[in-house]
């Protein structure tokens, strides 16, 4: 069936440090692939998507490409800040389980001063 | 504005209780979510809905239960048949269809037994 594994953590990153967060799927067919980010205490918001092959997805400097050869969604930051601090998902929606997503484990990212 | 309402934000529940967690959207979102979420283990689908008065199991659906009988509203029950029923459960909502579509999630709510 459909999966998502990701990257496990927890992150620990000083300021302006490189990110990045593994993410690899399982899918038939062609599924459209999402990152979310969860803040302490509050539901999950979505952070950037790709709903092709070789789409970027971005947003607030996190950027992830859709890899159909390494069936990969990696999610990436060039320089993160302390505000970045808290619990990303990876997930896919496969329109042919009638729309249904599949989240990975999430992984923690602490970012210190 | 629009968005997804879960209330409350804490519940406890005592042994052999049911208690119902509420979930509204006004997003007019055809679809409607319910996942639990343990430290660890990411989210698990529990139940979904794509049409009025129809519902599916999802993963871990034994000791729960849903209804839909308004578009707006998809409330959760967790019954005395749910043994460990101690998570933070997440209701979410989308449009059906398009492979651009994306899960609106509401603040959830913390459940705890007593």
């Known amino acids: 069936g459909d999966s998502v594994t990701q990257m496990e953590g927890p992150v620990t990153l000083s300021e302006e440090a490189f990110l990045t967060i593994n993410c690899t799927y399982t899918a038939t067919g062609y599924p459209s692939l999402f990152w979310y980010v969860q803040y302490p205490g509050e539901g999950l918001q979505l952070l950037l998507k790709?709903?092709?092959?070789?789409d970027k997805g971005s947003n607030k400097g996190f950027e992830a490409t859709y890899r159909k050869e390494t069936t990969s969604f990696h999610l990436e930051k060039g320089s993160v800040q302390v505000s970045d601090s808290a619990v990303y998902f990876c997930a896919l929606m496969a329109q042919n389980t009638g729309n249904q997503f599949y989240f990975g484990t999430g992984t923690s990212l602490t970012v210190i001063p | 504005d629009g968005g997804i309402t879960q209330s409350p934000k804490y519940l406890f529940r005592k042994e052999g209780q049911n208690v119902t967690l509420s979930c509204e959207q006004n997003?007019?979102?055809?679809?409607m979510y319910w996942y639990r979420q343990d430290p660890g283990q990411g989210l698990r689908l529990i139940y979904y809905s794509q049409i009025v008065n129809d519902f599916q199991k999802g993963d871990i659906a034994e000791g729960y239960s849903v209804s839909r009988e308004k578009k707006e509203s998809f409330p959760l029950t967790v019954t005395s048949a749910q043994k460990n029923p101690t998570a933070f459960y997440l209701c979410?909502?989308?449009?059906?269809?398009?492979?651009?579509?994306?899960?609106?999630f509401g603040s959830g709510t913390q459940l705890s037994v007593l």
């Open positions: 997003l007019n979102h055809d679809a």
């Open positions: 790709a709903t092709k092959a070789d």
């Open positions: 979410a909502s989308s449009h059906l269809g398009a492979t651009n579509e994306k899960l609106f």
